[in-house]
């Protein structure tokens, strides 16, 4: 997003990983906990690096339908 959209929403977008691991720590302490985050689960930590338009773009033609099946949803894709 950038350096500015980064500022106003306290790094949510790069450190999302954290907020749902744990999501009662402070924003200001985000980015020096997801440091050690990617360091403890090494390969395990993944992020997408995909532009945010193009993102919204495959999940907008991609992610078309919700199957449900039990107490647990997943999108489907059509293709």
């Not at 306290?10 to 985050?37: G, M, Q, R």
């Not at 090494?42 to 999940?59: F, H, I, M, N």
Request: charged letters at 20%; glycine letters at 6%; one cysteine or more.
């Amino acid at each position: 997003f950038g350096f500015f959209m980064n500022r106003a929403l306290h790094h949510i977008t790069d450190t999302h990983v954290c907020h749902h691991l744990f999501s009662k720590i402070p924003f200001y302490h985000a980015e020096e906990a997801t440091e050690h985050i990617k360091r403890v689960l090494g390969p395990y930590y993944l992020k997408d690096d995909t532009p945010t338009v193009l993102a919204l773009w495959r999940s907008y033609s991609c992610c078309q339908y919700v199957e449900d099946e039990g107490g647990i949803v997943f999108y489907k894709n059509v293709k």
